[in-house]
């Protein structure tokens, strides 16, 4: 504590009762870099009754105020020594006579464990052609309203806020508060606009801790510092875990909705969803065109009951695999895959194999083939072994899987094979079987053996088929 007093007396025709004063900073709170003070100082004022009392806050970074209870935002302190002392002094003026005066001085330190300039932030936004440059300071601390941006720069010259541009290019703005922060920012501008949106700025609370009748808002939606304007396909979406869908709400300000579970009682947990679709109002909302017009931000929020409040736990974002559309998250924290990078690389379409008889296994691509590997295809892809009939040479397999008959038996009993004879002209007979050497039947067709015909009116013909 640094203390500096300065007391006068006057007397005058009569000793009068002195004034005294006792300055007493005192720091209510401070976050972020911005404190509130208050005076908590004592002054009696003896006999007099026409005095003044003033104030002088010295804030240690070049600011100073007048006020009895300032509120002060610091800016950058990589200058000012850890820690910085804030003074009040205390003024008493007796208005009877210029020598009755009391002042008395008091410091209190402030410690800073992170420079307050973190706790701003800057960002462009597209509207048409223009772009503008919106400095804040973060809306979770008690951001004093002395603090506003000081100047702009942009990467062309320009120094106002918002800037016409006239072609394709990266811009760049530097903003600079009144208390020193200063922030750096880049929009790369496409020729044709593709609005900017933060999706962080769509950050989702309950805004009444009821149990059973729920209201829910958006910062971003009740405090819109943005050109971009909510597409009518936006829609607020709340369900319980259990798989209880309590409805799908439009996205235009806060929703509310009676908790129910599948079994009819309240949740107590909740998941709150946002498909925010965005567009300028040079055109409408057109995802699917190149470069995209409008974007889409969407996340969930899972919320739980603590008795008396509920409570926020983001839900992990998560990946399941699509093979049609891709990697995608449902949006529950349950997805197979914990990366965007996991899913993609396990994503594939798998090989399956389907049997073509005449060409063999091949992959048709789905994913959905009868067989789930090569060789399991190929020891069944076996082309069946079928006959036809030929009236001179008898039954064969042509080798296609298409023979008229499915066996040789089948084939042999309806197969009459035509011969002539020098005698009688053309003889219709029927083939009885085929037998070899040693007089065994056989079923198929061997090469480079002597086959014996026997035809059923007692004929034989020797048949040799060469490889």
Known sequence: MKKLIFFFVSLISFTSVQSQCNSNPYLVSGWGGTLLLSDSSSIST?????????????????????????????????????????????????????????QDTDSIDILFFINPCVYGDLQISASGSNLTANQSYSSSITVCPNVYPNSFLWSNGDTSQTINVSGPGLYSCIVTSNVGCVYTESYNYYGTL??????????????????????????????????????????????????????????????????????????????ICFYAYLYDSYYQHNLSASPPQGSLCSSCDLFFWDGSNWVTQLINTTYDCDLVNGCYDPGTGL???????????????PATYDCDLVSGCYDPGTGLGTYASLSACQNNCVIPATYDCDLVSGCYDPGTGLGAYASLSACQSNCIVSSTNEFSGIISRKLIKIVDVYGREINTIKENQPLFYIYDEGTVEKKIFFE
């Not at 240690?60 to 002060?72: K, L, R, T, V």
């Not at 997805?335 to 379409?349: D, F, H, M, P, R």
Request: glycine share 8%; aromatic share 16%.
């Open 194 to 271: 593709t609005p900017t949106f933060d999706c962080t700025q769509m950050d989702i609370f309950e805004a009444n801790n009821d149990f059973n009748i729920l209201s829910f808002q958006s910062s971003y939606l009740n405090n819109n510092y943005f050109p971009e304007l909510i597409d009518s396909l936006s829609y607020w979406e709340a369900y319980t875990p259990d798989g209880n869908i309590c409805g799908l709400y439009p996205m235009n300000g806060n929703f509310s909705f009676q908790n129910f579970g599948l079994g009819g009682s309240p949740s107590d947990s909740m998941n």
């Open 335 to 349: 997805g197979t895959y914990t990366s965007l990078s996991a899913c993609q690389n396990n994503c594939v379409i």
């Open 46 to 102: 003896g006999s007099s009754t026409n005095y003044s009392v003033s104030y002088l806050w010295d804030f240690g970074d070049g600011f100073i105020s007048n006020q009895q209870n300032p509120c002060h935002t610091y800016g950058d302190i990589s200058t000012l020594p850890n820690p910085c002392y804030v003074t009040l002094t205390v003024t008493y003026f007796d208005s009877t006579t210029s020598l009755n005066v009391c």
